[in-house]
């Protein structure tokens, strides 16, 4: 039933030779990759205004300057990224990137980054998603918090079932959302410079300036907008998830996003600054520029599409992080269980952890976007900075054709991300951005850790000795009698099955009882020896433990199997009436060498 | 550690022959199982003006001709009981007597009654003793919840330390408590009669009337001022916690507490009548009087001492919840877990259940008392009924000295209570009392199927065979083989030294590891096949159990010991980082005849 259900949510299990028909055309990676970066349209425009609007309503008349600064940043990551694309077709992630070239520990900065990235994609786009539908359904607004884990867990269904139906999910809303959004903005454009008459966004009238216009505001500004280009790094880790040929189906396909991005960004920005549009949690600069250019069916297609489209855009990292924990498992610094893809090919357990943890951070921000931002921008800029750097050092050591260019481009990518990751800590750390710093390098020393410990169980576990023959070891067994039934002689015929020498121990907690069973037993079977532990404070398990560690000191070298009857009752809801000591003895012996525990199993019928 | 903790909370361990020892004398009874009795005067007369005073502030004159039959009743109750604990020095538990007299399913209904009891006493005090705090600490008002899983959890505590330490921490809460309300009682009383000049309490106008002045309301004022007398079986249930001679320091004690508690309830009620009460949230009668009678110290002593009595009153259900549930369980009807006493003496696992399940209820109804109370009085009167009606039977068949009188005593108490539950059910059913009426049949339904079940195992354990030889039985062995390096080689050995039959099986999730492990494997012990099982779908556990299956029903006589090699990092937060599949194939195999599963441990030392 458990199975059916799982088929039902899931769908029907895929053998691994469907790998090949579950890889992405191009216009569906735009609605599994592109996602992240298109919908941040939503949050970005609205990060520039918070900070600039710090400093009173006639600052705002920066926030197109700024907008234009992000877009030629936008350009030369996307230039960047291009390259990196065509010089790992096989997934060229910021981790293979910098590891690559820059060695191991700036490989894992990297991956460590990124996986912090992805998981506040996932929290920032599906709260900014419930924050769009709150635009126009008011009463949603104080159940945030439920609908956005709503929203993951949908995610986390659509991802277990696989990629491609997942790219197929997505496609209708991102490209109305395109439609819908580029309309606006046309729309938009045409009336305020040829038909005029844009009235004034409807809002509260702007705060009061607190701050001066101090060149530390705008690059806090800066620094908010900057979240316009997270996602966009998602193609190039990706890779291999498209249809051949990969590289350049990937390239184009991110020179498209990345086209379609600053148009759709610069748009918004300049016409936010037009309308007067001032950000709140009840409506962004989108949804004030929609009603106050096309309040109407326009505005309430471009509402829906990106309340969806944001919903959605968290896909991105249900595609990047488990393929990235599986990249770093593979390499054994990460638990190998994120190796395994599921049933249906998904990289299951990387999609279940990052859901969970999205979870977990939307309710401790209780689903405030503008809280989850500051933590946001760091870990992809450090990402970008990384590549870029490590692309710089790849062209010089491969030197193809152009390859002075290329560094160049790259050189320049770098210096420019560099920059803008500066920027960002700087002006987002106290918000937020040092729980990225703190975590970073915790992450770092534990992929370190990860990876140490698996060298050592290897290196201890290579030693596979000769050939084993029957009988190389004789073991001895250990049976805890707590009274003489059948499940008792059970395990003694067992245990007789498995060894010469058996030993029966019952720890008196009763002086009465034990009497009682001394007879009995000596009656039943007189050739096996009944020890009795006394336990004058009634404790059960902490007797029998030292007993057995006294019985296995004396030869140590032998094994010693604890051989524990457990009466398994006919009806699981029977289990609670039946003690399970043998649970607690497998804990209380776990790092004890020399010590087997086996549970006998005496299974009722009636 | 963890048994230093655990000794610095609960104290060191008491051996079995210290159970003497830990027997009460008769001030400390009062304390031990008093103080649930005694404390109902902090809620009782609120109860009866709950519901007077729906039918306006005239109908509160009726409140002490109300109190004063709830007192006949409770005098009638105590004279019956005292009869009970003569005729049962061993502990004359509603169980006990109704079962013996009446039979099992009486006797059932008796056991579940009380635990229902048990419970919400725990629920009520608590609650109310936050509730008297807030009358003089108004800012705890919003911690109510939090304040009261706290008490709970702290009577957890002290109650697994032991019974004798419970009763010594509250003896002085107990005697401040009777001595200082008292001291109010005899204040306010002089001041009515001689002194005069008894101001009004202070509180909102008396509410209006909504209601007619019904005998069902009266009826219903009854209902909720018999909470009064809740408690008052725990002596003749506890009986052989006293000291020497039990029965007689049981009577004295109980006769002692109940006339305290008649002149405590009525001079409360008297004089709550007197200066106008209004109970409220913030305020019950006791605080109300207290103000008007002596608004300075004594009322805060007052408050204080009912605070921490009532936060204490619980204990009676920490004492009695326990001993119940071990009586039960050692006839069968309870998990037989709830017998054992812990460390230091108590019955941990009935102390334990009582506090959890007490948490949940408060957590459910949000620490309001007077929400609990509906809950509350049934199971008390229900109890009362049966055992005086379990009594009159006693009488009839044992025919001692006087037995005529003490038939006819007993006789009028089971008359009395009957006629009391009858009220409480019908006035308090849809306030909450239908759930009592809904859980008491339902636990007696789960006694019963559990007493069934034990009957059943005890049936299919009882017959042990002849007495065991070496290889009666001859068993196979399976390990489940994922590569080959020493854990493998570690558990082929040890399946060598227990059986001549080894089969290794690999799940081909993956066509390259595959082949590369046949040949190692052919290297290393071509004596013992590997089998190969393919995955298509990438499972492991579920064609491993399928295998496992087929190969136990080719002989299904034999027992079929699947050896799973489980490697166990030297540091438990390694853990994570590798497979718990032996776990998972336990459970899967769990209900499978003729199948045990071994985890062969090695042990990682680095």
Not at 53 to 66: K, N, Q, T
Request: hydrophobic share 50%.
């Amino acid at each position: 039933m458990a199975r059916s259900l799982q088929h039902m949510l899931l769908g029907r299990p895929l053998p691994t030779t469907a790998m090949l028909e579950e890889r992405l055309t191009r216009p569906r990676a735009i609605g599994a990759f592109g996602l992240d970066a298109l919908s941040s349209v939503a949050y970005a425009p609205d990060e520039i205004l918070y900070a600039l609007l710090l400093a009173g309503a006639a600052a705002a008349r920066l926030s197109l300057p700024i907008a234009v600064a992000i877009t030629a940043l936008l350009l030369i990551v996307t230039v960047s990224y291009r390259q990196t694309i065509f010089a790992y077709p096989h997934g060229g992630g910021s981790f293979t990137v910098a590891r690559e070239n820059l060695g191991r520990i700036p490989g894992l900065v990297a991956a460590a980054a990124l996986m912090v990235d992805y998981l506040t994609v996932v929290a920032v786009s599906v709260t900014a998603g419930v924050q769009a539908i709150v635009a126009f359904v008011p009463a949603l607004d104080t159940h945030r918090v439920s609908a956005s884990v709503a929203g993951i867990l949908l995610l986390m269904v659509v991802n277990l079932r696989g990629i491609r139906e997942a790219g197929a999910i997505f496609v209708l809303p991102t490209y109305l959302f395109i439609g819908s959004l580029g309309a606006l903005v046309v729309w938009g454009l045409l009336r305020v410079t040829v038909l005029g008459g844009v009235p004034q966004a409807v809002h509260a009238a702007p705060p009061p300036a607190v701050e001066a216009l101090t060149p530390f505001l705008v690059l806090h500004a800066f620094a908010g907008g900057c979240t316009a280009m997270t996602g966009i790094e998602a193609i190039a880790n990706g890779v291999p998830a498209f249809k051949r040929p990969e590289a350049r189906n990937a390239a184009t396909t991110l020179s498209i996003l990345a086209g379609i991005l600053a148009v759709l960004f610069l748009g918004v920005t300049y016409l936010g600054q037009h309308v007067g549009a001032v950000p709140t949690a009840q409506a962004n600069v989108v949804a004030q520029v929609g009603r106050a250019v096309a309040d109407g069916p326009l505005f309430y297609l471009v509402q829906l599409s990106a309340a969806v489209v944001l919903l959605l855009a968290a896909n991105t990292s249900f595609n990047g992080f488990p393929l990235l924990a599986a990249t770093i498992a593979r390499d054994g610094y990460f638990p190998h269980q994120f190796t395994k893809r599921g049933q249906r090919l998904a990289y299951s357990n990387g999609i279940i952890v990052i859901g969970a943890l999205a979870i977990a951070l939307v309710v401790v921000f209780r689903g405030s976007t503008h809280a989850l931002i500051p933590l946001f921008a760091v870990g992809v800029f450090l990402c970008f900075t990384l590549s870029q750097a490590g692309m710089v050092r790849h062209w010089r050591r491969t030197r193809g054709p152009w390859w002075r260019l290329k560094l160049a481009v790259n050189g320049i990518g770098a210096l420019a991300t560099g920059l803008a990751t500066m920027v960002v800590v700087v002006a987002k750390f106290a918000a937020g951005a040092w729980l990225v710093v703190l975590l970073v390098p915790l992450l770092v020393l534990n992929f370190l850790a990860i990876h140490a410990h698996y060298q050592r169980a290897r290196e201890e576990l290579a030693n596979v000795g000769p050939s084993p023959e029957p009988h190389d070891v004789r073991h001895r067994t250990l049976i805890p009698v707590h009274k003489l039934n059948r499940a008792t002689a059970e395990a003694v015929r067992y245990a007789l099955s498995a060894s010469d020498s058996v030993i029966a121990v019952h720890i008196d907690d009763d002086g009465d009882e034990t009497r009682q069973l001394q007879r009995a037993w000596q009656a039943w079977c007189p050739s096996i020896p009944l020890r009795i532990v006394p336990s004058p404070y009634r404790e059960v398990l902490d007797p029998l433990v030292d007993y057995i560690l006294r019985v296995q000191a004396e030869e140590p070298r032998q094994p010693l199997t604890v051989m524990v009857p457990e009466v398994i009752p006919h009806r699981w809801w029977e289990e609670p009436l039946h003690n399970q000591s043998a649970f607690g003895l497998e804990l209380a012996l776990r790092y004890k060498d020399g010590i087997v525990v086996t549970t006998v199993p005496i299974r009722l019928h009636r």
